[in-house]
């Protein structure tokens, strides 16, 4: 973190990923433009190994379309090994909700019948 920036904003989600049962907690801090991702807990190793990916970041390079050309998208399909793994989307539902450009509202993907 960088010394000038103070980041007082913050958002922390859960992430149930379903089948492969290794869940993770995510933390974004922000000033509302500058964005700082901790990964605070993950049974994962892949997301674990994105510690040494992660840097500061605008929030407009974090909610960018389209998918190929966002930062966040780009660092995970580097270390993660499931296309539908939902951390990516919860960092940036995390980031958005921080930086108070989204609400902390739960969001949910059910299979039904």
Not at 4 to 21: I, N
Not at 25 to 49: K, W, Y
Not at 96 to 111: D, S
Request: with cysteine; aromatic share 4%; charged share 25%.
């Amino acid at each position: 973190m960088s010394d000038e920036t103070e980041l007082t904003l913050q958002a922390t989600v859960k992430v149930d990923p379903g089948v492969c049962r290794l869940p993770s907690t995510i933390q974004a801090r922000t000033d509302g433009m500058i964005v700082e991702f901790e990964i605070l807990h993950s049974d994962c190793p892949h997301v674990r190994n994105l510690k040494k990916m992660l840097k500061q970041m605008e929030i407009w390079d974090i909610m960018k379309m389209p998918y190929a050309e966002n930062t966040i998208y780009q660092i995970c399909g580097e270390a993660l090994k499931h296309s539908s793994c939902p951390v990516p989307m919860a960092m940036i539902k995390c980031a958005e909700a921080a930086a108070e450009l989204a609400l902390k509202k739960t969001v949910t993907v059910e299979f039904v019948p």
